[in-house]
């Protein structure tokens, strides 16, 4: 079982930045990947950034250039630092991790965090 928790959502202007981070209750060595999602309103939850335990990092399109993800194996966090917010960025975010076990890949999600870009 592994649990998640969100801190670092807020209120930014556009053009601000924020920095989400993830805390584990586990050890994140052991964990495949991580990763935030986002939801926006009525929509549906996407992938905003996952980082995998190599380090190899994947970003949605919306993202890229604006988004770092980063994993903190000493302090067992996922951070994800957003610069050049856009009021289009407003959304529910949600960290995620995928396990692999023996009997195959669980999926965990802590329990999010509003992040609202507006003037």
């Known amino acids: 079982q592994v649990q998640l928790v969100e801190s670092g959502g807020g209120l930014v202007q556009p053009g601000g930045s924020l920095r989400l981070s993830c805390a584990s209750s586990v050890d994140i060595k052991s964990i495949y990947q991580l990763g935030w999602y986002r939801q926006g309103q009525g929509n549906v939850r996407r992938p905003v950034a996952t980082?995998?335990?190599?380090?190899?990092t994947d970003y949605a399109k919306s993202a890229e250039g604006r988004f770092t993800i980063t994993r903190d194996n000493a302090k067992n966090t996922v951070n994800l630092q957003m610069n050049s917010l856009k009021p289009e960025d407003t959304a529910f975010y949600c960290?995620?991790?995928?396990?692999?076990?023996?009997?195959?890949?669980?999926?965990?999600w802590g329990q999010g965090t509003q992040v609202t870009v507006s003037s």
């Open positions: 960290c995620n991790s995928e396990v692999n076990y023996t009997s195959g890949i669980r999926i965990y």
């Open positions: 980082i995998r335990n190599t380090r190899c």
